[in-house]
C-alpha cells in the first residue's frame, strides 16, 4: 500500500533512506502485527529505528493488533515511539490505546527501575486521542491494582487507592466500614474472615456538570448508570478451601471487576460525558481463619433476603448481592451492571477472549456486544435459564447461594440467576469476568496477569448514552 505520498518522500529525505528498498528487502506478508526494524545510521552511529509494522486487513483488530506489537517491542525502553497516523477516529483510537497496553509492564524488582516509553502519535483526530489517552491511563490503573500482590492490597488499601483517584480527579467518594457496613450481610460475612483490616464499602460518583449547575434533584433526563464491581482481595476458598492449591495462586486477580469500576470511573471523569455514572467497590478478604464463615451458616443480604451458605468458596455472588439491593434500593439507576470474576464455569464454553454476560434486554445485549467487537473487551450474550432456578431453593432460608450440587450444570447461569435476585425492576447487566480479567501469558494488549478487562468496553458504552 505504499504509494509515494510527500509524506513518505519527506520521511525518506529525513532518514536518507529509500522505503520501497527497504520493504523489497523484508518482503512482508502484511499481516497485522508483523514487525521490521530498519535501524537509521548517522555517521555510522544508530540514532534512530524505524519500525515497518503490519496492518492487515485495516480492521479495528488489526489496528489493535499492530498497536500491541509496537508496543511490546518497545516495552521497558525509555524511548519516543512517533507514529503519523492517516486513519479514521476508531482506528487511531484503537491503535492508540493498544500501544500503551501492549508496553504495560508491572514488577516490585528492587535492581532496575520501570522504564517506560512515551508515545507521540501525529493524527487530526483530535477527539479519537482524548479518549485513548484517558481509556488507556485507565486501564493501566486498573492492571496496576490487579497485579498489586494480596498482602499489600486489602481491602482498606483499595479503598485509600480510590480515594487518591477521586481527589485528583474532582470525584465524589465514600467509604464505609464497621458499624456502617452491618446491613451488607454477604460483604460482613465474607470479609470478617481477615478482620484487620476487614471489609470496604466504596461508593464513588460522577456528576456530569448539567445536573451539578441545576442542583435540582432529578430535573434533567440524564442517564445514570450504577456499577457493581467484585472486589475480593485474595479468594482462598475460605473454609471450602479451594483445590488443588494451584488454583489459588491467581487469586489476588479476584478484584478485577472492582478495579475495573474504579478505572472507568477514572475515565469518565477525564472525558466528562452527560451520564451520571456510580461505582460501587464490594471489598473483602475470603480467607481461612478462626472468624471465618461456615458452611450451614444463615446470612441476611442487604434486601433482607436470608441465604443459607453451603459453600464459602461461592462469596463473590454474596458481596455483590449486597451492592445490587443497595444500588436497586438508594441509586435509582436507569442501567445497573455488576462485573466479577465470579465463576470458573464461565471459560468453560467461552474459553478466554468473551466476557460471559447476562441480561433480560437483548436490545442492550446487542448493543454491547457490538461495543465489545469495537474496543476489544469482547462479551457473549449469555442465557438466564428460568429452570434452574429451583436450584437455589433451600430448607432453612429463602435462597441458597450456591445451586444445589449435580442438579444442573451451568454454572455461570446458577451466579448469574442468583444475582437477578437483588436487582428489583432495574435493566441489569451481570458481566463474568472469570476467564477475560486475567491473562496466562503475553498476548496481543494483554500482559501476562490482570488484563483490566472491561474498561474499554464500560467506558464506550458509557459514552455512546451521552
Ligand atoms: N473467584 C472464583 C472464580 C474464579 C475461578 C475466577 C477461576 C477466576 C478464575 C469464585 O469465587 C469461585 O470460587 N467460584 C466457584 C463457584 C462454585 C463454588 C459454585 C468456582 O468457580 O469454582
Ligand atoms: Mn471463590
Ligand atoms: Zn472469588
Known amino acids: ?223 445514570h448508570v450504577v456499577i457493581v464491581g467484585k472486589g475480593i482481595t485474595y479468594d482462598t476458598g475460605g473454609v471450602s478451601l479451594k483445590r488443588p492449591y494451584d488454583l489459588m495462586a491467581p487469586m489476588k486477580s479476584d478484584m478485577a471487576g472492582s478495579a475495573a469500576v474504579l478505572g472507568t470511573i477514572a475515565a469518565i471523569a477525564d472525558l466528562q460525558p452527560n451520564v451520571r455514572v456510580t461505582g460501587l467497590m464490594m471489598l473483602a478478604e475470603n480467607a481461612l481463619s478462626g472468624t471465618a464463615q461456615r458452611p450451614s451458616d444463615v446470612i441476611t443480604q442487604y434486601n433482607g433476603t436470608t441465604v443459607e451458605i453451603i459453600n464459602t468458596d461461592s462469596e463473590g455472588r454474596l458481596v455483590l448481592a449486597d451492592g445490587l439491593a443497595y444500588a436497586d434500593k438508594k441509586l435509582d439507576p436507569d442501567y445497573l451492571v455488576d462485573i466479577a470474576t465470579l465463576t470458573g464455569a464461565a471459560t468453560l464454553g467461552l474459553g478466554r477472549q468473551y466476557a460471559a454476560m447476562y441480561t433480560r434486554d437483548n436490545k442492550l445485549a446487542r448493543e454491547l456486544s457490538e461495543i465489545g467487537e469495537i474496543s476489544g473487551d469482547r462479551v457473549w450474550h449469555m442465557p438466564l435459564v428460568d429452570e434452574y432456578f429451583d436450584s437455589l431453593e433451600s430448607d432453612v432460608a429463602d435462597l441458597n447461594h450456591n445451586g444445589k450440587k449435580r442438579k444442573y450444570s451451568g454454572g455461570s447461569l446458577i451466579g448469574a440467576l442468583y444475582l437477578e435476585q437483588f436487582v428489583g425492576e432495574r435493566k441489569w447487566i451481570h458481566l463474568d469476568i472469570a476467564g477475560t480479567g486475567r491473562s496466562d501469558a503475553d498476548s496481543g494488549e494483554n500482559p501476562k496477569g490482570g488484563t483490566g478487562y472491561g474498561v474499554r468496553l464500560l467506558v464506550d458504552w458509557i459514552l455512546s448514552l451521552s
Open 1 to 223: 500500500m505504499v504509494g509515494k505520498s510527500s509524506l513518505i518522500s519527506s520521511i525518506e529525505k529525513y532518514f536518507e533512506i529509500n522505503l520501497l528498498d527497504e520493504i523489497a528487502f523484508f518482503s512482508p506478508s502484511g499481516k497485522a502485527g508483523e514487525l521490521y526494524e530498519i535501524p537509521v545510521l548517522h555517521d555510522d552511529v544508530e540514532m534512530d529505528r524505524i519500525y515497518l509494522v503490519g496492518l492487515g486487513d485495516q480492521s479495528l483488530k488489526d489496528f489493535r493488533a499492530a498497536g500491541a506489537a509496537l508496543g511490546r517491542k518497545v516495552r521497558g525502553k525509555a524511548l519516543n515511539l512517533v507514529t503519523v497516523l492517516a486513519s479514521k477516529k476508531f482506528e487511531v483510537k484503537a491503535h492508540a490505546i493498544s500501544l500503551v497496553l501492549g508496553a504495560y509492564t508491572w514488577n516490585l524488582k528492587t535492581s532496575a527501575p520501570v522504564e517506560i516509553p512515551t508515545f507521540t502519535i501525529a493524527t487530526e483526530e483530535d477527539l479519537a486521542m482524548a479518549e485513548a489517552n484517558a481509556i488507556a491511563a485507565s486501564v493501566v490503573l486498573t492492571r496496576d491494582l490487579i497485579h498489586t500482590p494480596s498482602n499489600i492490597k486489602n481491602p482498606l488499601w483499595i479503598a485509600q487507592e480510590a480515594k487518591k483517584v477521586a481527589t485528583s480527579k474532582g470525584l465524589t467518594i465514600r467509604v464505609l466500614s464497621g458499624k456502617e457496613i452491618t446491613k451488607f450481610g454477604g460483604l460482613v460475612a465474607v470479609g470478617m474472615s481477615s478482620p484487620d483490616p476487614g471489609p470496604r464499602f466504596v461508593e464513588v460518583s460522577y456528576i456530569p456538570k448539567k445536573i451539578s449547575q441545576s442542583k435540582i434533584k432529578g430535573a434533567t433526563a440524564l442517564p
